[in-house]
């Protein structure tokens, strides 16, 4: 199932010749069109996941994991420049668990009250209580995604290192009731399936529990973040269902990311951390965004001959060739 239709026509309502003006800027990102400001940042706000998902790049010996948060007050300062430069959306995940930040609906409220049009993240869902689902609801949240990748406990549980299957359900049945008992319309809710070996067989009753409960169910390819290690092949065979279509990549010309240490990296794929482009603590996102390495990436993106992790970023999608 999939209404993603249905919710860009609830933003367009919602936002107006805003969402319009975002949507037709995106779009003329495809013909490499460069705006002089990202439409779009991801924010790590802290680091660290409270799950040890064997698939998940946090598991890889290159993500070598240093606990740093963004403070509120740097993170507001990135904000309000994001403001005065048309900035339309942020998300707030990089490599991590967003809901580990306790104080997460407050980072939301400042970006929604300063005039970002779209907030979203992801989560896991379980750490999800009552009182965080309330301060998401509240805080202005747009989007809230799900990673929830089985149907069944068994293979939920082998799949999702730490987690408990009842609670992840209990605690998104319990938003979306409490949402629906505050009577209001955002966050849109969405289940994010990720299709491989071990759980293709359970999409279909997966679609049958969640549909008629959020506003819209995705499914994403696997990707194997290991590359260049002794682990990849094993991953690679018990996870790899199929290939897939690789499109052009357009990220280096619609986001950056920003790590919980104040790093920045050229796009959302963990393969980009091998290529930071610059530091908040040293410099502005405008310049980060207009300077040389940037230049460099959109140079060489999509060509016979790009940079290394590009090419990694592809082969952990499509599998060697």
Known sequence: ???????????????????KDYRKKWDQITEKKVFDYPLHLNFELVSG?????????????????????????????????????????????GLNEPLLQKEIGKYIKFAKDMGIMIISLH???TLLDKKMAISLIESGLTLLIFSVDAFKKETYEKMRKGANYERMVENINNFLRIKKEMNVDFPLSKMAFIKNKINYNELVEY???????VDVISTSHFCNPFEGEDKYE?????????????????????RLLISSN??????CSFFGENFPVGDVY???????????????????????????????????MKGKE
């Open 282 to 316: 040293k410099d502005s996102i405008k310049n980060i965004w207009n300077g040389k390495k940037m230049k460099k990436i959109r140079e060489s993106i999509n060509l016979d001959k790009q940079l290394s992790f590009c090419v990694k970023c592809r082969n952990s």
């Open 49 to 93: 996941c409270n799950l040890n998902c064997e698939y998940c790049v946090r598991s890889s010996s290159f993500k070598k994991i240093k606990e740093k948060i963004i403070s509120f007050d740097k993170y507001s300062e990135i904000i309000r420049e994001g403001v005065k430069n048309n900035l339309y959306s942020i998300e707030l995940n």
């Open 123 to 125: 989560t896991n869902a």
């Open 262 to 267: 104040g790093v920045v990296y050229p796009c």
């Open 207 to 213: 679609v049958k529990f969640w549909k008629d409960k």
């Open 234 to 254: 094993d991953i690679e065979k018990r996870y790899r269902l199929d290939d897939f279509e690789i499109f052009p990549c357009t990220e280096p010309y619609q």
């Open 1 to 19: 199932m999939n209404k993603k239709n249905d919710i860009y026509k609830i933003l367009e309502s919602k936002f107006g010749d805003r969402f």
